[in-house]
C-alpha cells in the first residue's frame, strides 16, 4: 500500500495560482499513474489530471495547468494557474499499479488525505 500526502493548498486570489505536491511512500511510483482529483463542498469528486504512460486534463483545466513528477522522490506536482473561485475545492492525489491513466476516480487505489484550495473572488 502507498501512503500519499499533499501540500500545498491555501487561501489564493482569483488569477493567482498555486503548486500541489503529492508525496508517495511504500512503494516506487515511477511506473504508476498519478492523478489528481477535488472535490467541492456538495459535490460529487471530480477528475482534474493525471499522468502516466499519457497525460490527461480535464477540459475544464486546459491551458491552466502544469504536471511534473520527480520519480527520484516519489512526488508529483501539478501547478494550477489563472484560479477562478469554481476552482475551491479538496484536492486530492491518487496512484495505481498500472502505469495507464484513467479519469475515474474507482480506478486508483490509494489516495492521499487531500489538501484545501480556496480561491477568493
Known amino acids: 500500500q502507498v501512503h500519499l500526502v499533499e501540500s500545498g493548498g491555501g487561501l489564493v486570489q482569483a488569477g493567482g495560482s498555486l503548486r500541489l505536491s503529492c508525496v508517495g511512500s511504500?512503494?516506487?511510483?515511477?511506473?504508476?499513474?498519478m492523478a489528481w482529483f477535488r472535490q467541492a463542498p456538495g459535490k460529487e469528486r471530480e477528475f482534474v489530471a493525471a499522468v502516466g504512460g499519457n497525460r490527461v486534463v480535464a477540459d475544464s483545466m486546459l491551458g491552466r495547468l502544469y504536471m511534473t513528477r520527480d520519480d527520484s522522490t516519489n512526488t508529483f506536482y501539478l501547478q494550477i494557474s489563472s484560479l477562478k473561485p469554481e476552482d475551491t475545492a479538496v484536492y486530492y492525489c491518487a496512484t495505481r499499479l498500472s502505469g495507464a491513466v484513467s479519469i475515474k476516480a474507482e480506478d486508483y487505489n490509494d489516495w492521499g488525505q487531500g489538501t484545501q484550495v480556496t480561491v477568493s473572488s
Open positions: 511504500g512503494r516506487s511510483l515511477s511506473l504508476s499513474a
